[in-house]
């Protein structure tokens, strides 16, 4: 993929380098993009999203325990405080990822990116790329590096016994 050169590579950004560039391709590209290009339904982001939604929260899920969370209904608690639209959406912006995006005519006229809810799906796209490229470990990693762990979920979790 090329960006301009004021632009970082997106790959730098987040520390990842996809093996198959045409899945972060397809992480990028708002389905109302791919229809006006005539591109066929399964080159736009919506499977992606959707994927990266489960991969999110079982991250987020596997840290909770690890670091000691063992009551059900407070893991439940804590997961919606941590996977919610609000962190997806800071994280996006934090990395500039609407810079990246595909986004149709409208799109780009409306300004859609400013939606809290179109942005944390754009993060969920970039992140099920991540793990259908390089699995559940990497797409830990990008996790990690564009803050979607919360400070008391980094560092050295507790083993599970």
Known sequence: MQYSADKPNLEDVIGYTFVNPDILERALSRKAYCQERGYPEADHMDALATLGD??????????LVETGGCDKGEISVKK???????????????IHLH???????????MHIWSSGRVIAECIEALIG??????????????????????TELCGNPRPVS
Do not use: C, K
């Not at 489960?54 to 840290?63: F, Q, S």
């Not at 919606?80 to 934090?94: F, P």
């Not at 390089?134 to 919360?150: H, S, W």
């Open 54 to 63: 489960a991969v999110i929260e079982l991250h987020i899920l596997t840290r």
């Open 80 to 94: 919606m405080d941590l996977v919610n639209m609000s962190i997806l959406r800071r994280a996006g912006e934090t």
């Open 129 to 150: 790329a991540v793990y259908l490229d390089g699995g559940l470990y990497y797409a830990g990693q990008v996790m990690e590096t564009i803050g979607l762990f919360p």
């Open 99 to 109: 810079e990246y995006i595909h986004w149709g005519n409208g799109e780009m006229r």
